[in-house]
């Protein structure tokens, strides 16, 4: 069932799995949380590479973010809110701000709503963390 199961999951979005969790084995629920994370990469990929060495792009290459400091990426352009920040990216402060960005840097130039889903912010963190490390 695997195979299948992560497909389908994979096109639901994460939030189903917890209905499944149940039946579901470990190792699916992880290849799902992953096909999750990666089609949710998609909203970003438009101004973020995740790859550090690929072209610049509006946002900062993401490769490596989680224990990165804010604003910090060498030969990246940010906003003077984002450069006056001192902070480093957690999982925790990524969720708030993959919820809105605003309320982490006011006056950011990530013009980006947020994910309201938090399985959904969940399934992308952990991308971010093992396709970007
Ligand atoms: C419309 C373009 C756009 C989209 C879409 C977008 N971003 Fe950004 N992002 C930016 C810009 C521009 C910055 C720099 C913000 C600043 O300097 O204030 C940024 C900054 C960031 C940072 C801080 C990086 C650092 O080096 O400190 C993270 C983390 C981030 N974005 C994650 C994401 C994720 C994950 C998504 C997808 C859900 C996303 N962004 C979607 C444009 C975007």
Do not use: E
């Not at 994370?37 to 970003?44: E, I, N, S, T, Y």
């Not at 925790?92 to 130039?109: H, I, R």
Request: charged content about 15%; aromatic content about 6%; glycine content about 12%.
């Amino acid at each position: 069932m695997g195979r299948y199961l992560t497909r389908a999951l994979g096109r639901m979005g994460f939030g189903a799995l917890i209905l499944l969790g149940s039946q579901a084995s470990a190792q699916a629920l992880a290849d799902a949380q992953d096909i999750a994370g990666k089609r949710l990469f998609l909203r970003c990929a438009s101004c973020h590479a995740l790859n550090a060495n690929a072209p610049g792009r509006i946002g900062p290459a993401l490769q490596g973010v989680v224990g990165r400091k804010a604003g910090s990426l060498a030969g990246a352009k940010y906003s003077a809110a984002m450069l006056a920040t001192d902070f480093v990216w957690t999982d925790a402060m990524l969720d708030k701000w993959l919820t809105k960005p605003n309320s982490v840097v006011p006056g950011t130039a990530m013009a980006f709503a947020g994910i309201p889903n938090p399985q959904d912010r969940q399934a992308l963190i952990a991308y971010l963390k093992k396709a970007g490390r």
